[in-house]
């Protein structure tokens, strides 16, 4: 019989089923992060040209870049590769590593599994008087497939 846990539960051990604080605290900066996403022309052209160049020269041990493409949408596409049987805390400390190499003042990532791939989008950027350039922004989907084995 499967193991059957409880639908409340947050991990494994989870006997409280409730925290004890939200992170409504935090909330104006996602929501200015959100609203910065929707501004039209936000995300910023050449993402090869400015982005890549980082991605490509970062060392994370265990991850590859193996293929960048700009979308018609303006999304960075990214392609890496991880060592099979690595653990999924493992895949997301190395590709939290990777996208840390062009990530701005504000950033969101949301992670999905998708089979064997593990998909990472991120949304980062710099918010209105947040620096010396004008508030600007990027999109990337990085896509974490499992290295072939020889």
């Known amino acids: 019989m499967a193991d059957m846990t409880d639908p409340r539960q947050r991990w494994d051990t989870d006997e409280r089923f409730a925290g004890v604080a939200d992170a409504s605290a935090f909330a104006s900066g996602v929501e200015e992060l959100a609203e910065l996403a929707r501004r039209p022309g936000w995300v910023t052209e050449e993402p090869e040209a400015h982005l890549v160049p980082h991605l490509r020269d970062a060392t994370i041990d265990g991850l590859q870049v193996v293929e960048c493409q700009t979308r018609d949408d303006g999304v960075l596409a990214v392609t890496a590769t991880y060592q099979p049987g690595a653990s999924r805390s493992d895949i997301r400390r190395r590709a939290w590593a990777l996208l840390g190499t062009i990530a701005e003042p504000a950033a969101s990532v949301r992670e999905q599994a998708d089979?064997?791939?593990?998909?990472?989008?991120?949304?980062?950027?710099?918010p209105d008087g947040s620096g010396p350039f004008a508030s600007h922004g990027h999109s990337l989907r990085l896509t974490l497939l499992p290295a072939a084995t020889p």
């Open 115 to 126: 089979g064997q791939a593990v998909v990472f989008e991120m949304v980062t950027g710099i």
